[in-house]
């Protein structure tokens, strides 16, 4: 990737980014990922394979289960995400950060961390409700327009509305855990931040969504081809998920990232170079910054300068 600049970058720019954070950061990210993701993932495959064998006795006891996987998995992914988000960061500073690290950071911070993902998951529902509610209305008054039409302008300002809310408070991750501020601070950041780039962002999004598609659907229609009964193909898309969310969620949390630093040198003309002075390895803060609290003593600067990533 060429040398960040301060300017802001294009769509193709920002993945072109992201997958040079990936292939830079490969180990260290997949690591991240696998610790989380695949014992989540062999535990729900055990519990299926229960149910597929023998569903009539262990029906009752594997849909507890499931359940209990489930809610602890959404507790750890958001850990695994905040922990992602710190080693995407580090390698713009060149930090020395290890798997083992930026995952105890993001768990040392997992309240703050599930009270911005419920506050965040809670906005979009609040929208979405609103915005299906001001549909129908839209939708009843336009009625002698036409049924298909109204349906047609309420599907829009739903669609709209939800990607204006998704886009606008989609950056708070980083900003939680590059800036170390708290839950409500970090969503009212992100929709700061995004003010005018909302749809840029939510496109940029889009774009590294489809490319996450498409891995996983090669991924399942290679590994898929072994199976063939009902059971094994239960058991085998079980596989091509954990395989899929592992390879993927390291790249969709350094596409977020991404749009984060551009946002703040768009927003904010961020100098780049004094942010890597002002940040230390760990990913924890610095000191000299609007969004910084001053570096606790004994605290390492990142570095004099703000390279790019570089493949290795």
Known sequence: MAQLQLRSFTVGEMIDAAFTIYKSRFKQLITVSAVIVVPLGIIQALLLASILTNPEEAWPEAIRGLGAVAIAGLIVTQAATAALTLAVAGAYL????TWQSVLGSAFGRIFTILGASI?????????????IGGAVIVGAGLGGLGPALAMLVGIV??????????AGLGVFMPALM?????????????????????IRVFGTWLVASIIASIVNAI????LGLAFSTEASAILAN??????GAVLTTPFMAAVVVVIYFD???RKEGFDLQMLASQVN??????????????????????????????DG
């Not at 300002?157 to 998704?166: D, F, K, P, T």
């Open 94 to 97: 060149n930090d020395d950060s």
């Open 119 to 131: 506050l965040f998951a809670l906005a979009m529902l609040v929208s979405i409700v609103g915005l």
């Open 157 to 166: 300002g739903l669609i709209g509305g939800a990607v204006i809310v998704g």
């Open 178 to 198: 590059v800036e170390r501020i708290g839950a409500t601070a970090s969503l009212s950041r992100s929709w700061g931040l995004t003010s005018g780039n909302r």
């Open 219 to 222: 991924t399942g229609s290679v």
């Open 238 to 243: 079980q596989l091509l998920a954990i395989v």
């Open 263 to 265: 946002l703040r040198v």
């Open 281 to 310: 390895p760990a990913g924890g803060p610095g000191a000299g910054s609007d969004h910084f609290p001053p570096r606790e003593e004994g605290g390492a600067a990142g570095g004099g300068a703000w390279p790019p990533p570089v």
